[in-house]
């Protein structure tokens, strides 16, 4: 999965519920996606091979400290985002 194929993915499952949407692609193929909706906000990181953290809405204090969940799939990662920010499609 490329950067582009990944906005595709948030498109389909978020529609234009989104004010932020920031993907960045690594060589090694993973992607680390920033979110945000309204006051909340949204990290995803990860490879479709190895799967994906999420965290939303993290604390100031959580720095680097890792995701709070994980999804086998990106589609799935999104599906939980959007509902934590309770929007989109």
Do not use: C, K, Y
């Not at 960045?24 to 994906?52: K, Q, R, V």
């Not at 680097?64 to 999104?78: K, M, N, V």
């Amino acid at each position: 999965m490329d950067a582009q194929t990944a906005r595709g993915t948030i498109r389909s499952v978020f529609g234009d519920a989104l004010q932020r949407v920031d993907v960045i692609e690594f060589p090694a193929g993973n992607l680390s996606i920033t979110l945000g909706a309204g006051t909340h906000t949204a990290t995803i990181d990860g490879h479709p091979d190895s799967g994906w953290g999420l965290s939303v809405d993290p604390g100031e204090d959580e720095g680097f400290s890792g995701h709070e969940e994980t999804a086998a799939t990106l589609e799935e990662a999104l599906r939980r985002v959007r509902a934590a920010f309770a929007v989109g499609a």
